[in-house]
């Protein structure tokens, strides 16, 4: 005989092949209880009112014990009991549709909105057990961080694009010169007209010397237009909000570092806190990116240019977001995909250090990679010759947004 096991909100049932109820364990009206049992029992934790349970359908020597979820057949695993899991079973379907009809009709449970209410309480608390549980994964916090890195850089090119275009009408030139946003913004804010820009406190903002005489130069002989001071002070509250926006990041950053010394010093060491948090981020979660393979890893922000590859048979991308880090950038090109598989490589390893283990091994796998990119250098000191096309074939290039051109030899375009 087969029992079928199912949790709801309002207890545990073992039931036949035809739905019937053998075997009942409570929890309703007790709204804390259904959602203490309903907790650990989707963690895969075995309760006392599970394993009070498993006993009373032990004494039934059934063929197997039937579940539908994964997590309560692993809560059954050292019970001695047989299970199968069907994540579609039509005995338990049948018993969950029916459920709250049989509990009103048997005289269980109260009117059928007390059981709806019950099922809704319990539903809400399960959902604010969820959030804290997730709320002190302190990998989650980091992932929020770094997309909150990223969605500020967007908005301060946004605004600040802005208040360039809108303060070349008054100094044109200032443009031209200044291409830090930040420095640009502090100008705009701290330079009240053309007439009293000050060599000495333009050097404090952190302008060069030579850049300085620039701008200075630029003010008295600009071409720009004439402005009220009430047209000035709307452009300097937009550049306020670029430096306010430049501090928060700076103090985004801060708290990553913090955080991901504190959760991920092995990766850290290896691309440093900003590059380690974007790659969690990316996975999803710590213990995501442990259990990703390091050819994922490898190219892990780079999917669209892999789906292009996919696509249309081009080179599959060498790195992704890894690409930041110095080793990688700042090597020949024809070396860099042998450097990013060394260090997805190590960053996988230093992954699951994190993850499970805790063990301080960040110095360690940095030495180990430093001496696989010298290896690297060592052996191929030269850039590899172009690779041949085949006889009569053009050779096809891709440019973003248009695709595959055509090709450039007979047959193609003439301008």
């Known amino acids: 005989m087969l029992v079928y096991l199912v949790s709801t909100a309002y207890g545990l049932f073992a039931l036949d092949e035809n739905s019937r109820v053998l075997i009942e364990m409570w929890t309703y009206p007790d709204i804390e209880k259904s959602i203490q049992e309903l907790s650990q029992l989707n963690q895969g934790e075995t309760t006392d009112m599970l394993g009070e349970m498993v006993n009373r359908v032990r004494a039934l020597n059934p063929e197997a014990v039937v579940v539908e979820q994964p997590e309560m057949a692993r809560a059954l695993t050292n019970t001695g009991l047989e299970t199968r899991l069907e994540t579609v079973s039509l005995p338990i379907k049948w018993f969950r549709t029916a459920l709250v009809d049989q509990l009103v009709n048997a005289k269980t449970a109260g009117p059928e909105c007390d059981t709806k209410r019950f099922l809704k309480q ?37 605004i600040a694009m802005r208040t360039r275009e809108w303060f070349s009408m008054y100094q044109p030139a200032l443009d031209r010169l200044v291409e830090d946003n930040e420095v640009f913004s502090r100008l705009v804010t701290n330079v009240r007209t053309s007439e009293n820009v000050d060599l000495d406190a333009l050097r404090e903002m952190g302008l060069t010397a030579e850049l300085a005489d620039a701008v200075v130069s630029s003010s008295v002989s600009g071409t720009g237009g004439t402005l009220s001071e009430q047209d000035l002070e709307a452009i300097r509250t937009l550049a306020e909000t670029v430096e306010n926006m430049y501090r928060s990041r700076r103090r985004l950053e801060e708290y990553i570092q913090t955080m991901m010394k504190s959760i991920a010093p092995n990766i850290t060491a290896l691309v440093g806190p900003v590059v380690g ?23 892990l922000g780079a999917e669209r240019a892999l789906f292009r590859s996919l696509k249309t048979g081009t080179d599959p991308p060498k790195h992704g977001v890894i690409f930041q880090v110095a080793d990688i950038n700042a090597a020949p090109y024809w070396q860099r995909g042998r450097i990013a598989r060394a260090l997805a490589g190590k960053l996988s390893i230093a992954a699951r250090i994190d993850a499970f283990s805790k063990r301080d091994m960040g110095e360690e796998l ?43 030899g007979r ?5």
């Open 122 to 158: 319990v539903a809400v608390g399960l959902a604010q057990q969820t959030i804290t549980r997730a709320s002190e994964e302190r990998d989650i916090l980091t992932k929020q961080a770094i997309d909150a890195i990223d969605e500020l850089d967007k908005a301060i090119n946004i």
């Open 277 to 299: 948090a974007r790659l969690i981020s990316l996975a999803g979660s710590l213990k995501d990116l442990a259990a990703r393979p390091s050819s994922t890893v490898q190219v």
């Open 366 to 408: 940095r030495l180990s990679f430093q001496r696989r990119v010298e290896e690297i250098r060592r052996q191929n000191p030269e850039a590899p010759p172009p690779r041949p096309t085949k006889r009569g074939e053009p050779r096809r290039t891709y440019r973003r947004g248009r695709g595959f051109g055509k090709p450039s």
């Open 411 to 415: 047959g193609g375009r003439r301008h």
